[in-house]
């Protein structure tokens, strides 16, 4: 693969052996739909290691053996694209970028990022926003962007918005991050500017350690997309830019309660349909209803019909990403057995005592929060959702076995 940025614009050109269906760090086949994009209001000076790892979300799935890029990289970059992913990077000059001072939050809107920002009420945001590219048309109008870039507007914190072409390079599934860590290309290369040390983002318990995210299903203490000693944790520190999980400890159930207590909670939005409010009708609408209906305690309030493709998949017998919280739900919204989930409480013996863990923090997470930021977060995880006992973490390190 060569890369060249003008302008906030990368083009990359295959090499021989690289290839338009390839794999993202989840496994997921993504098929290339075109080799250029941009990211609009970005330095054009910023460290070359910048433009690497934001290039490298981009381009990782299509490439295969060396990446050429069109300024140097430091020695530790390079090492960090061979060691992660056993390709040949260069060229090779740059000192390694210093690790700032600053940690943001990548800011979606969304319940997880809103409960991420709750931890640090001081973290500028940065919010990425999709917008079509020139040369792709945009069969997903229906995508919201400009609402959520205006909620987030209103949030009175400091506010960068990012927008960017990114997603329409992929052309299968659909418009999407080729890698998960795109969405912080913007971000990363703002990160001179913004003096980023870190960069906070609202991955949860399911997508950490559960496998959710990647559909693994199973405990993964070595996430390679999360885990600091991972491929892209290494990257990303190698940049002088953490990962930080401030709510990787805990489930989506937690974070629901925290974004629904945050002096954030008018702007939570994680329908990107509905432009007045949440469309209540998607997959994902529901998914969240059922979480949000278990927090508060009350009746399934849902239009979707019983017999909708969009609940299918919760109604089959496990396993299945997110299933942790069908199980938190079926246990305790109340009159659960007269809704379309009557049927999937057979797949399960979920009880308030045996889901109790989900509500709790998992000790290892904020291990992995880099210092500076860490006392934070455990101080807050203390005092507003408690510790996991070790019999509850077992829950979490016996899950999918
Ligand atoms: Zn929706």
Known sequence: MRVSWSDGRLTFRLDPEDEITGRAADEHPVKLATNTCTIAGVPGDAHPDLFAVATWSIVAPWTRRRITFDRAVSAELAEALHDGWGIDAGPVAAEPRRTGRTLAISYSGGADSVAAAAIYPDAPFVHFRRVSHPRVPNRWPHYRSDVLAKLAARTGRELTTVASDLEFTLAEPRPGYPEHHAVAAGALLLADRLDLGGLAFGYELGSRWLGGDRYLLRYTPDNPMWAPHGAWGRLFAAAGVHIVLPVGGVSEAVTMRLALNS???????????????????????????????????????????????????????????GQEMIEYGLARIPGIEHTMFAGALEHFEATEESTGWLDHCYPPALDEIPEPWRARTADFMTAHVGLMTEAESRRVESWGA
Not at 263 to 292: F, M
């Open 263 to 321: 002096e954030l909670k008018e702007h939570v939005r994680w329908c990107l349909i509905g432009t007045d409010g949440p469309c209540r009708n998607c997959a994902k609408c529901l998914y969240k209803e059922i979480i949000q209906a278990a927090v508060e305690r009350r009746p399934l309030d849902t239009p979707v019909p019983a017999t909708s493709a969009k609940a299918r998949k919760w109604l089959r017998p496990p396993p299945y990403g």
